[in-house]
């Protein structure tokens, strides 16, 4: 695209370049300024840390240092939204008691909202 614009003397009608997000150029867990929904779990390894509720494709930096991605814990939090029972989630999505009862409880405040 450069070198017909050069060649033919005008200039090319897209951009040759992305526009950058006004935010991107922030340093931080949150570039974008996106807060991914998350909770605080212990799961089966014994360690408390922070798990996505949301699949991975709607947080703009999903491997962020910020959360961990589970498929249990997304499964969990789609099935509580849609009102399933708790113990029928932690035996269903395989998360001890107070892990569904923490994500049930998540979902609960997601549809107050």
């Given at each position: 695209?450069?070198l017909?614009s050069?060649?033919?003397g005008?200039?090319?009608?897209?951009?040759?370049?992305?526009p950058?997000?006004?935010?991107s150029?922030r340093?931080?867990?949150?570039a974008?300024?996106?807060i991914?929904?998350r909770?605080?779990?212990?799961?089966?390894?014994g360690?408390?840390r922070?798990?996505?509720l949301?699949g991975?494709?709607?947080?703009?930096?999903?491997r962020?240092?910020?959360?961990?991605y589970?498929?249990?814990?997304?499964?969990?939090?789609?099935?509580?939204?849609?009102r399933?029972?708790?113990?029928?989630?932690?035996?269903?999505?395989d998360?001890?008691?107070?892990?569904?009862?923490r994500?049930?409880?998540?979902?609960?405040?997601a549809?107050?909202?």
């Amino acid at each position: 695209m450069r070198l017909l614009s050069y060649l033919t003397g005008t200039r090319p009608t897209t951009p040759l370049r992305r526009p950058r997000d006004a935010t991107s150029h922030r340093a931080g867990p949150y570039a974008t300024g996106h807060i991914c929904p998350r909770v605080r779990l212990t799961l089966h390894d014994g360690t408390e840390r922070d798990y996505l509720l949301d699949g991975p494709s709607s947080c703009p930096r999903p491997r962020g240092p910020h959360a961990t991605y589970e498929p249990r814990v997304h499964l969990a939090y789609v099935l509580a939204r849609q009102r399933h029972d708790t113990c029928w989630l932690a035996r269903f999505a395989d998360l001890p008691l107070p892990a569904a009862e923490r994500v049930t409880e998540a979902a609960a405040r997601a549809d107050r909202t």
